[in-house]
T-cell receptor, first 111, second 111 residues
Framework: NAGVTQTPKFRILKIGQSMTLQCTQD?????MYWYRQDPGMGLKLIYY???????DKGEVPNGYNVSRSTTEDFPLRLELAAPSQTSVYFC??????????FGNGTRLTVT | AQSVTQPDIHITVSEGASLELRCNYS??????LFWYVQSPGQGLQLLLK??????LVQGIKGFEAEFKRSQSSFNLRKPSVHWSDAAEYFC?????????FGAGTRLAVHP
């Protein structure tokens, strides 16, 4: 089992560009999440989903969009990249009474 | 407001010494509690979790944690630290489908 797979691992964007961070899981978990990690700040929840077709905002959703058309996939979209979105992004999946299982992250730099 | 506090940003211990990493939380009800570890450039790996029952929980790699409801704490301990334990440690609290993370404690191990 691969668990949670994120692509790409690294990306450099110019200000104003757009991109999609991909996340897929093979654990058949209902819940999926996007977090961003900044130095000294821990992880902040961007968006989450409790099942296909259902998404909701987390703590820091501005500048991002998500969709959940299938159980397996939960892509994160940045429409107009800004330097403040330079971060490491983690996707995670879980189910009832099962803790979050994380992917290995995507390191994004916006210049 | 819900929050997690890890008072120690950095801790340095000698190999073979004991370790305690502190975690305090503010949460409306009795939360689920977790400790995750992150090695450089990696995702987060679950060390242990508390859902209910015995307040002393055992995890992987020889770690344990104790839930103290009266102190709103969930401190992580290890009796003898190994050089490979050098990493960043995150405490997290919440329901089963959303977690709030602390800012992390970076552990350095001297030989």
């Amino acid at each position: 089992n691969a668990g949670v797979t994120q692509t790409p691992k690294f990306r450099i964007l110019k200000i104003g560009q757009s991109m999609t961070l991909q996340c897929t899981q093979d654990m058949n978990h209902n819940y999926m999440y996007w977090y961003r990690q900044d130095p000294g700040m821990g992880l902040k929840l961007i968006y989450y989903s409790v099942g296909a077709g259902i998404t909701d905002k987390g703590e820091v959703p501005n500048g991002y969009n998500v969709s959940r058309s299938t159980t397996e996939d939960f892509p994160l979209r940045l429409e107009l990249a800004a330097p403040s979105q330079t971060s490491v992004y983690f996707c995670a999946a879980s189910s009832y009474n099962s803790p979050l299982h994380f992917g290995n992250g995507t390191r994004l730099t916006v210049t | 407001a819900q929050s997690v506090t890890q008072p120690d940003i950095h801790i340095t211990v000698s190999e073979g010494a004991s370790l305690e990493l502190r975690c305090n939380y503010s949460y409306g009800a009795t939360p689920y509690l977790f400790w995750y570890v992150q090695s450089p450039g990696q995702g987060l790996q679950l060390l242990l979790k508390y859902f209910s029952g015995d307040t002393l929980v055992q995890g992987i790699k020889g770690f344990e944690a104790e839930f103290k409801r009266s102190q709103s704490s969930f401190n992580l301990r290890k009796p003898s630290v190994h050089w490979s334990d050098a990493a960043e440690y995150f405490c997290a609290v919440g329901g089963y489908n959303k977690l709030i993370f602390g800012a992390g404690t970076r552990l350095a191990v001297h030989p």
